[in-house]
């Protein structure tokens, strides 16, 4: 893969590992979990990517799909199949979502039972409306008690397994959550909090509000990793430097370009290398991703997946707008080499293709249950608040 020069850094004495139970990650850095993407196969990718600067050696963490808590404990067969984990995997990370302190703490004592994982992170981050209006995701830490009863609950029950938490700065710029969350999430033993500096109303429209994640930083003593705007690696350490946070996590920056994690490698270990692929090099990847998928799937669901990549992966790229149809109706792998062998594959890395990418959508209304805003203090859970499935 082609590289060009950046500068390099003093990253590798400047920041510390991060401390996940017994094990260090570094470089500290983390793909966040994004649902219908962060499945097995693209975790494995990430990695793989991340160890050719490494000489093999695991490098990051990377996180599962949201997981439902209420399909988990009722064994659900498609959470069951979202929870495997490749055997490369370690250590392996599940994200939960759950509103009831009981299904959480059951779904947390069903993963230490049975050894589903090594990790446990929970979701008060997602702004979607079909969570939102079951009180879940960013909408939860308004009800201060009750986030304080789900994470004393998983933490509980997770015994030796260390529990994070990822969440956004409130539901909107006159309901913010986010310092009184880190402080309870300190109080019940969280491991560290990662916050996303933007409220559930802004989605991903604006800029992220990185000043949040140095506020959070100075009001609690656990780690605190930044989220929001990291399109390449430098963010990364520019966000560290800015916020005096302790870690990163990595979401639609990744999206088309799972090298990002090399480079993130890279700047950590103070090398100068950035990745800054032929069109070549990216469908190789783009094969590899679709073969992942393959594997894991059946090919012909798994080259279906994949189709939700393709508009990623050729960003900025001279294409043509009937192979990106072509690519984007793809079938099989026999037909996805088919049309990678039609593509002009000796085009540079073309500018077009850095920044942000994924969805940008701002201002949106956050869906409520009736009567969320009137009681911060209540410690109940909406009627039916647990969503029956997972990956989203």
Partial sequence: MTTTPAAATPAATEFAPLRLGPVEVWPPVVLAPMAGITNAPFRTLCQEQAEMATEARPAGLYVSEMITTRALVERDDKTMRLIRFAETERPRSIQLYGVHP??????????????????????????????????????????????RDILRSAVKNARHLPVTMKMRKGIDDDHLTYLDAGRIAQDEGVTWVALHGRTAQQHYGGNADWSSIARLKESVDIPVLGNGDIWDADDALRMLRETGCDGVVVGRGCLGRPWLFRDLVSIFEGSEDRARPALREVASVMRRHAELLGEWMGEERGVTDFRKHVAWYTKGFSVGSEMRRGLAMVGNLAQLDELI????????????????????????????????????ECAIPPSDAELDHSGG
């Avoid at 702004?127 to 201060?144: D, E, H, Q």
């Avoid at 920044?355 to 805003?373: D, I, Q, Y």
């Fill in 102 to 147: 009981d299904v959480v703490g059951r779904a947390v004592a069903m993963i230490v039972d049975e050894d589903l994982a090594d990790h446990i992170d929970l979701n008060f981050g997602c702004p979607v409306p079909k969570v939102t209006r079951k009180g879940g995701g960013s909408a939860l830490p308004y009800k201060r008690n009750l986030l």
């Fill in 341 to 376: 062998a039609g593509l002009h594959l000796d085009q540079p890395w073309p500018a077009g293709a850095d920044g942000p990418r994924g969805r940008t959508a701002g201002g949106k209304k956050v869906v409520l249950p009736e009567g969320w805003l009137d009681d911060p």
